[in-house]
């Protein structure tokens, strides 16, 4: 899956909250109006390497981003899919209210370390050495499969 960044500040996430919110007061993305996402360039397309779907109707890409932020969690509203398509290699995993790690998580799809283990996530968010390893690999087979190769 391929998408185009929109957008990158919390202003442009409002429109998606259920009722209108003070400026300063943090949203159902977890974000305030005046929130940048600095490591997101409007224009850039990125690879989604996973979905995280949240409680409150949150969608959440994890994206390869080709530099030293190279791992991304940002949401969804904030880009427009230029390629719909999903790997063939993605799996899904629905987690149960009050899962040890992720209690706000509703499901993740994505490649297969991330539905088989539960630390994967996490050890990547860390920059674990074992996690950052098998992330690039998974990047290199979907950068095959898509024939993006350095968005």
């Known amino acids: 899956m391929i998408v185009r960044c929109i957008a990158n500040t919390g202003k442009a996430l409002r429109a998606f909250e259920p009722n209108e919110l003070p400026d300063d007061y943090t949203g159902k993305f977890g974000t305030t109006a005046h929130t940048i996402f600095h490591q ?19 969608v ?13 969690p940002a949401p969804a509203p904030l880009f427009t899919i230029m ?19 992720y209690k706000s998580f509703l499901g993740v799809m994505g490649y297969e370390e991330l539905i088989a283990d539960d630390n994967h996530l996490e050890s990547l968010l860390e920059r ?5 390893r098998i992330f690039y690999k998974r990047v290199v087979e979907m950068e095959r499969e898509f024939q993006t190769h350095g968005l």
């Open 83 to 101: 390629e719909a398509k999903l790997s063939r290699n993605w799996y899904f995993k629905q987690y149960e209210p009050g899962h040890r790690l």
């Open 40 to 58: 997101l360039d409007i224009g850039k397309e990125y690879l989604v390497t996973a979905m995280i779907f949240w409680h409150q109707d949150v």
């Open 128 to 132: 674990e050495y074992e996690a950052e």
């Open 60 to 72: 959440q890409y994890l994206l390869y981003g080709h530099t030293e932020t190279w791992i991304l």
